[in-house]
């Protein structure tokens, strides 16, 4: 159990730090990120004030979380501690209603026993009473027995002898008794002291009871204190966890938002209308409706992930992972895809087509296995084609949609360019073995097993195309 001074301290302590983070919290909600003030920027502010806008609280937001965190794992850290101390004075509280058990017992046993030798003390003074007057008989016998004259000696006895027999009888019946009041007296005065014994042993047990009695009544009551700081810190607690969810909803919205700025929704677009679009494609290219899926599906699930990574030096094609902000080395090629990258980026802002700048617009990472880096990231978009590849196909794609530039964050786009790709590739006759090798081709290894999971997807996409569903292992796969 904590002293008082302790006591007080972590109480203050723990009150302190809950006006403390509650004074921050609210500060921090009167900043410009306030969910307000992001709505009316929508409205009002330009696209790339809204855009700095954005990247601004999603930043914010994000340290909120992880500020968060720490609160949460503080104020977890304080129940434990408090939950501990309840615990403690639980257990405290039990063993003094054990002692106190025990005592009492103890007392109610010394009662009886007190009262056993308070009753043998009385019938020991009754016994030395008895004694005391048996002893004055004989002594007054004896008394007696010495002062009487020859003459009624020689009247009263036999014979002379018969006299003196008498009188030692009287002797050692005397000695006997004193002998015996002796006895007595011995016993008395044990008892006596094994009474003093044991009401000084009843007493201290009664105080040792009443101090067990405020000991528990102090354990309840800094019980209860701790009950209620634990009831405190838990509604704090709740607190931080809603609080932290809400920071990392709306980060996630303001993510959702900066990629509907590029025109691709955060988490893609609903199947039905990928479904529907594919089919309006396939009718301009002859790619299989489902077979370009399967890719698009294999690439970014169909435009859920479409990037971890920022581009950051033109010169080494350096770049940071968007999540950790740490390095990523071989973003994108220097020499065949950064120029054609800056290009593009600076045409579609030129166009009112994008809102990002080339640093800020995700692209994929480099593949790592085992430690090593494999080739390059810098891929763009659904379809996931490097800037080098994009360039190639983006007459054919503007001369088709209209769009000009033609964007790859686009979905219409990135699928036309998807379908253009793998027609060129020879995946137009729909053959599996063509489809496959395609696939593979796609992803740069026809050997792979990437066209085998393509293909397994499309098989899923077309049962939807001509049922209307898809059994439950592709829901599974695909969703």
């Known amino acids: 159990m904590f002293s008082l001074n302790k006591k007080i301290f972590f109480i203050i302590a723990i ?12 500060a921090q909600d009167d900043g410009d990120c306030a969910w307000d003030k992001i709505e009316q920027g929508e409205k ?44 403690t004075l639980k257990s405290k509280i039990k063993n003094l209603d054990y002692k106190i058990s025990q005592s009492s017992i103890m007392v109610k046993d010394l009662g009886v026993q007190i009262k056993s030798t308070e009753n043998s003390i009385g019938q020991t003074q009754g016994q030395i009473l008895t004694t005391q007057e048996r002893l004055a008989l004989t002594l007054q016998l004896r008394y007696e027995e010495d002062h009487k ?8 006895e036999r014979s002379l002898s018969a006299f003196f027999d008498n009188l030692v009888a009287l002797e050692n019946l005397n000695m006997s008794i004193q002998d015996l009041l002796g006895e007595i007296k011995d016993l008395k005065t044990n008892l006596e ?28 009551t800094q019980k209860v204190k701790q009950e209620n700081f634990l009831k405190m810190t838990e509604k704090e607690y709740q607190k931080y966890l809603v609080e932290q969810k809400d920071a990392k909803d709306k980060a996630g919205k303001i993510g959702s938002m900066l990629f509907q700025l590029l025109e691709v929704p955060q988490g893609g677009i609903k199947f039905e209308d990928a479904v529907a679009l594919a089919k309006t494609i396939a009718n301009q290219t002859g790619i299989r409706a489902a077979f370009s899926l399967g890719i698009l599906w294999q690439e970014t699930r169909i435009g859920q992930v479409q990037g ?8 080494t094609g350096e770049g ?23 290009d593009l980026i600076t ?32 891929a763009m978009g659904p379809a996931q084609f490097i800037p080098s590849t ?9 001369k088709i949609s209209g769009s000009v530039p033609a964007n790859p964050w686009n979905i219409r786009d990135s699928f036309l360019a998807n379908a253009l790709y793998l027609k060129d590739l020879g995946a137009g006759s729909q053959t599996y073995a063509k489809e496959l090798y395609a696939a593979g081709r796609y992803f740069g290894d026809p050997s792979s097993s990437y066209g085998k999971s393509v293909m397994t997807a499309a098989a899923c996409m077309q049962g939807y195309i001509d049922n209307g569903s898809m059994s439950t292992d592709c829901q599974d796969l695909i969703f």
């Open 308 to 315: 971890g990574c920022y581009l950051k030096d033109v010169s």
């Open 320 to 342: 940071v992972y968007i999540k950790s902000g740490n390095k990523a080395p071989q973003t994108m090629k220097p020499s065949r895809d950064v120029p054609k990258f800056l």
């Open 193 to 220: 002291t094994q009474k003093v014994s044991m009401d000084t042993e009843k007493k201290g047990l009664e105080s040792a009871i009443a101090l067990q009695n405020l000991q528990k009544s102090d354990s309840a």
């Open 390 to 398: 994009w360039a190639l196909y983006q007459a054919k794609i503007e």
């Open 44 to 87: 009002s502010l330009p696209k790339e004030q809204f855009q700095a806008l954005l990247e601004k609280c999603k930043v914010y937001y994000e340290e909120k979380s992880t500020q968060l965190e720490g609160d949460i794992k503080k104020t977890a850290g304080n129940k434990k501690t408090l939950s501990n101390e309840i615990s």
């Open 149 to 156: 004259s020859v003459v009624e000696v020689l009247l009263g």
């Open 347 to 378: 045409a579609l802002n030129n166009a009112g087509k994008l809102k990002t700048d080339a640093f800020s617009t995700p692209v994929s990472c480099c593949m790592i296995s085992g430690g090593k880096y494999y080739g390059w990231g810098g």
């Open 15 to 26: 009150l302190a730090s809950f006006f403390i983070l509650g004074l921050n919290v609210s």
